[in-house]
């Protein structure tokens, strides 16, 4: 079984937030979360503000890399997320 990286990917400043478990941004706002015993990540924005909408890209290290854009929008501090493509 192999075993890929997960990153996640704000588009804006195509800044590398996360790898892993681990977090390269300095705002501790955001969290990546493995599910453990499945293949499910999730990028977690602690108090999300409208300043946080825009696309995150999640990324997988696969040959060739695989990435799954996703389009966040904050309204009123209450968070939509759209999953713009996925893969099967």
């Not at 990324?59 to 209450?78: E, M």
């Amino acid at each position: 079984m192999q075993v890929y990286k997960v990153s996640w990917v704000r588009h804006r400043d195509i800044h590398l937030l996360t790898v892993g478990r681990y977090t390269y941004t300095s705002d501790q706002r955001f969290e990546a979360k493995h599910t453990p015993h499945t293949d499910e990540w999730t990028l977690r924005i602690r108090y999300a503000q409208k300043k946080d909408s825009g696309i995150y890209e999640c990324q997988i290290s696969t040959t060739p890399p695989v990435g799954i854009p996703v389009y966040l929008t904050i309204v009123d501090n209450v968070a939509a997320a759209l999953v713009l493509s996925h893969i099967e």
